[in-house]
């Protein structure tokens, strides 16, 4: 899939093309502990359809995350979307309505357009994307 990130936003690609994910989960772990660096890994995941987006290159520090609340998870608009990219690997979420979009690249580009090629994406509930984020945050302030 194709999406231009135009200074007036997100273009160039169909809300249909998205499946629901109806059964969405965020996962935090944390790692580096026994290093003395706590770091984190971050993954959206969604079993039908089949999509684990695991955020490679996310590096906010573990303390900064566990004092999140629902205002503070990654979202955007589809005039200003929530976006990372390191090394080849991109993200870009956004809200519209009541639906959260995502989707991931993982380095190829369309030459011809210059535009990154994302591979994996979906849509959830405002709701579910929420509740998500809420478990886990929870998940890490406890363990």
């Keep these: 899939m194709m999406i231009d990130y135009l200074t007036s936003g997100l273009t160039g690609f ?17 790692w580096g502990k026994d290093q003395g660096v706590e770091s984190l890994n971050l993954a959206y995941i969604v079993a039908s359809p089949a999509t684990r987006i695991r955020w490679v290159w996310w590096s906010e520090p573990v303390d900064k995350i566990r004092a999140w609340t629902v205002a ?3 979202r955007g608009t589809l005039e200003k979307p929530y976006y990372q990219s390191d090394q ?56």
Excluded at 17 to 27: G, I, L, R
Excluded at 93 to 109: K, M
């Design 14 to 30: 169909s809300l249909d093309e998205f499946p629901d994910a109806h059964d969405f989960t965020v996962e935090l772990t944390m």
């Design 72 to 74: 503070d998870i990654p």
């Design 88 to 143: 080849g690997w991109n993200i870009v979420v956004w809200q519209l309505d009541d639906q959260i979009f995502v989707a991931e690249g993982d380095g190829e580009r369309d030459a011809d357009r210059e535009q990154n090629t994302y591979t994996r994406w979906f849509r959830v509930s405002r709701e579910l994307y929420d509740a998500g984020w809420t478990a886990a945050l929870d998940r890490l302030r406890v363990g």
